[in-house]
């Protein structure tokens, strides 16, 4: 019986690809729906959401860059929070040829359900940088206690 050693192959797949293979897909898909519905090319577009608790208060951070804060909107009802707004279309540079468009334009809401009631009227809205960022204090029954122990 012999014994055949293993040696690693290297794939000729490389390491750093220039795109996510199902992006040019999700592309093709994107416009053959805008033409056959006849729509413009304001499409919604769902921005990246982080939510974060600390021990106070939740977190909202959203990533946004690109827009004014008068195009944002933030609503707080109860334990529910909706971020909305509106990233406007470049318009058409003339004397310019676009090659490839790949930016979202056009509107968006997100509205998260948070586990626990905020206190509304506590909630400060930031835009820097790009980014949103939402702080909503929980409120005095939603936060933790310290029980002092006897003995």
């Known amino acids: 019986m012999s014994t055949k050693s293993v040696s690693n192959v290297q794939s000729a797949t490389p390491s750093v690809r220039a795109t996510d293979p199902f992006s040019a897909m999700r592309q093709e898909m994107s416009d053959w729906l805008t033409n056959a519905w006849g729509h413009n090319n304001q499409q919604a577009f769902a921005p990246a959401l982080d939510v974060v608790e600390g021990d106070n208060s939740f977190e909202l951070r959203m990533d946004i860059p690109g827009m004014q804060s008068k195009d944002l909107d933030v609503q707080v009802h109860g334990n529910t929070v909706t971020i909305s707004g509106v990233r406007h279309e470049a318009k058409e540079e003339k004397g310019k040829t676009f090659h490839r468009v790949e930016r979202?334009?056009?509107?968006?809401s997100r509205t998260i359900t948070l586990p626990c009631s905020?206190?509304?009227?506590e909630v400060a809205?930031?835009?820097?940088?790009?980014?949103?960022s939402v702080v909503l204090p929980k409120s005095d029954e939603a936060r933790p206690k310290k029980i002092s122990i006897k003995g």
Do not use: D, M, P, R
């Open 104 to 108: 979202s334009t056009g509107k968006f």
């Open 118 to 121: 905020i206190t509304e009227k």
């Open 125 to 132: 809205a930031e835009y820097t940088n790009g980014v949103l």
